[in-house]
């Protein structure tokens, strides 16, 4: 059952007080350069709180609590810029899970864990029998690579578009390099050599890579959601507080003007986001006509917008240990994973948008 | 899948379309889509046929006279009307004066006015502005004495959109002049046929005329024509502008002209050929676009506030800036599509060269560049969102 607005803020109550005891940012502040790494039994926590399981099916053990719940749970690690990759975990399982039934049950205990590659141009389909095959090739940085038992690889195949591969990450076709994404979560390039597959979609049909994709970048809306609202609160605290020129920065009007089109800037944000959540929720399958929207909005105004913030936040606004700019490094990941403000703007049209939305 | 795709929001959808597509008549739409200054008259015919329909003002309370419809059928309502080109009808009857009598009025008053405001019989206009009380509201100089059983106003109002042709003002005047200036103000409504008002014409750079200069000359309003309370003005104002401010966003209107601008890159593609920048247009098309979800899915949040009840507040703020910001950028796109086109006035399409939805462009673009000036000016707004969200 779809969780009531009271059962949601529970559920955002009590991560709000996870996420404030448990490897908070400050905790991570001096191991930037080692990266933002999960700690140990930080999964397993998530597992017991029933998060994993949150959008799972009922007749898979799980609790369909929503994509709208989930997308406000993912916009809540946004806005404490959380190393767990909970965003590919929440979007993709049910898909893992629908193909793979078995898969439900690990997925929700949090022992199979899926890292989720974007689309890259250097992976090459080498043999295919049946739903199994092997791939070769390379991909870009991988979110949630470091812990994970299996990888989603979305592969582009000219007859049938984008279909979904999936690869068990001790498969000895399949060597990682750690890497660091700009805003130090740690992450891991993935190369393939003859690596086993086994295609997620039945029978070649090539919407399960696309669909992986926009579900990844739901994820990412959410994500950018919180972030930009964090960056928004904290920049305003700050405004308030700081004395220049024997005032408040807060009192000169250049300053306020500037935040007043930020706000405005979040609020059509947040509104896209949880009209994104409304829709998915109401058609799980897509089409989602907000999704190239909001994912574009990412990209072009939320990036831009919070580029003003660290503006007006003057020097300390760039530098290393300062959460803004982790923040801003953050959604910078946000507006290029799994499509990017081009990509998606070059789906949108007036009329293919306006009349479907 | 859309949240406007719900089976009980298409039937309501084919509802309001079967309804236009039956009553809406080619002059009534020939109009709209060419003017910007629509005549009273058809606006009054079709404000009377949505009256009998009983969706006179769609955005009221049903105890007023709305039909009772959530925010997505508002929405959509007026969506299909800004598609299929009808009148808007008495703007500032149906958005600001009916609203204002709805929430602040007495007893007799809603029964006098609210009325004939859906009917389409009585039109209003908005003396709020004066030569020197522009942005600056709060220090405005008409003033309403009472004297015996009736109120003498003196002054000046401007920027009276639909005052040559209305037939009632509310007016703002000080009614104290000690304290602080919002403190003694007073909500009046004024017979625009009363002794002492006389009107003058301002023609704005679209060489159209919607706007006028009123002056008052002891002009005598009997005392029930107070609004609400004595000095209490300036928040019903507050109140008034905000929602002012949602319909500003014009959300429907723009979704309607940025399908226009569309068909208008179609059309130029084809008669001017290679020289039409085509990457260019589906970018701006696709960015306008983008913008204007962000807008129509924040307006819809607030929406479903007011219509449960609620006050819009200082958040309209943001839809009043990013709504007029988007509906200047609209035009000034499709003066770009145009070229050389786009810079006379009234292009003669009468060899077929163009067709006939190149036309207007350039007018619309004149005249919105009022839209980030009127109804508080964006800069105002946005002093509004700090001050009053923000606390800066």
Redesign the interface.
Known sequence: MPMNSEERELLLDAAERWFKANNTFEDRVATFRKGHHEQPGAWDSLAEMGWLALTLPESAGGFEAGYATALALLACAGKHARPEPLGVHLMLCDLVALRLPDTAEPLAQGVMRLGFADLSPRIERRLDIGLQGTLSGGTGPVWGAEFATHFLVPVMQSESGLRLALVAADDPGLATAPVRLVDARAAAELRFDSAQIQWLDDGGSGAAGQRALDLGAVAMVADAAGVFQAAFDLT?EY??QRIQFGRPL??Q?A???K???I??DL???L??E??LG??VD??PAG????L??AK??VG??ALRAVGQLIQLSGGVGVTEEYKLTHYYRRLHVAASLYGTAESH??R????T????? | MSIFDAPELRAFRAEVRGFLDEHLTPDLVEETRAGLHLKRGRMARWQAMLNQRGWGAPHWPAAAGGPGWNELQRYIFEEECAFADSPPGDVLGLFLAGPMIIAEGSAEQKERYLPRILSGEEFWCQGFSEPNAGSDLASLKTTAVLDGDEWVINGQKTWLSSGHYADLMFCLARTRTDGKPQEGLSQFVVDMCTPGITLQPIYTMDEGHSVNAVFFDDVRVPRENLIGKLNHGWSYAKDLLARERVNNAQAPRTKRDILELERLADTLRNSYGPAFDDVWARRRLASITMDFVGLESAVLKVLARQMSGGEPGPVASTLKIRGSELQQRVTETALGMLGNAGIVLTPNYGEGFLAPEAKGWAQRHFFRRVVTIYAGSNEIQKTIIAKSILRM
């Open positions: 305003h405004l308030l807060s009192a009007q300053v306020q003007h935040m007043a089109e706000f405005c609020q059509q944000m509104a896209l949880e009209r409304m829709e109401s058609a089409f989602w006509p907000t190239s929207t574009c909005f072009r105004r703007l070059a949108i049209g007036p009329r948008t306006l009349l479907a939305a």
